[in-house]
Structure formats: structure tokens, C-alpha cells
């Protein structure tokens, strides 16, 4: 059963540096497209950043040039770093797993941005 376990939510000031890490278990990681989405209060999940089998990466407009998503597939792990960070990044981020048309979530870690 793929079980999916973020970390490194929390508090963090404007301006500041984010970095989240998602842990695999239960899928064959490397075969997975890996993700990260965000959801905030009364707006959809949205994503966030994502990367491929083969570590090519794309990114939300609203993180283009912030954001770097990466990728170990020897720990079976997904990392989020954001630099600048906004209130607006304030959300609940998800990371995902993708195989097939088979996808499996986390259950999400807070990240609340403060001025």
C-alpha cells in the first residue's frame, strides 16, 4: 500500500526559505512522476511543482524562479525547496505520487508564510 509522508511545514517569515521533504513507501518510486500541490482555504488544490521519471521538472507560474524540486530516488524521497516566500504561499502542500494512471497523496503538511 503506497503510503506518502510529508515534512517540514510550518511558521516562516516572509522572504524566507521553505523546504519540504516527502517520503515514500509501498510504490516503486523511480517509476513514479512526483508532486507537489497546495491547497489554501477556499481555493482548489493546486500544483505546485512536478517532476519526472527521468527528473525533468516543471513549475507553477506563481513559483517559476522560486521553486526547485528535486528527487532521490535511491531514499526514496521528494524535496520542495521556495525561496521569497509570500503570504499568499500560505496552504496546506500535498505531495503526490503518479504511475499509470494510479496516484496516491499525502496527507499534507501546513505552511503558513507571516509578514
Known amino acids: 500500500q503506497a503510503q506518502l509522508v510529508e515534512s517540514g511545514g510550518g511558521l516562516v517569515q516572509a522572504g524566507g526559505t521553505l523546504r519540504l521533504s516527502c517520503e515514500a513507501s509501498?510504490?516503486?518510486?523511480?517509476?513514479?512522476?512526483m508532486s507537489w500541490y497546495r491547497q489554501s482555504p477556499g481555493k482548489q488544490r493546486e500544483m505546485v511543482a512536478t517532476?519526472?521519471?527521468?527528473?525533468?521538472?516543471d513549475y507553477a507560474d506563481s513559483v517559476k524562479g522560486r521553486a526547485t524540486i528535486s528527487r532521490n530516488n535511491a531514499k526514496n524521497t521528494v524535496e520542495l525547496r521556495m525561496n521569497s516566500l509570500k503570504p499568499e504561499d500560505t496552504a496546506v502542500y500535498y505531495c503526490?505520487?503518479?504511475?499509470?494512471?494510479?496516484?496516491?497523496w499525502g496527507q499534507g503538511t501546513q505552511v503558513t508564510v507571516v509578514s
Open positions: 509501498g510504490i516503486v518510486f523511480a517509476f513514479n512522476t
Open positions: 503526490s505520487a503518479l504511475r499509470a494512471g494510479h496516484s496516491a
Open positions: 517532476i519526472s521519471t527521468d527528473s525533468i521538472a
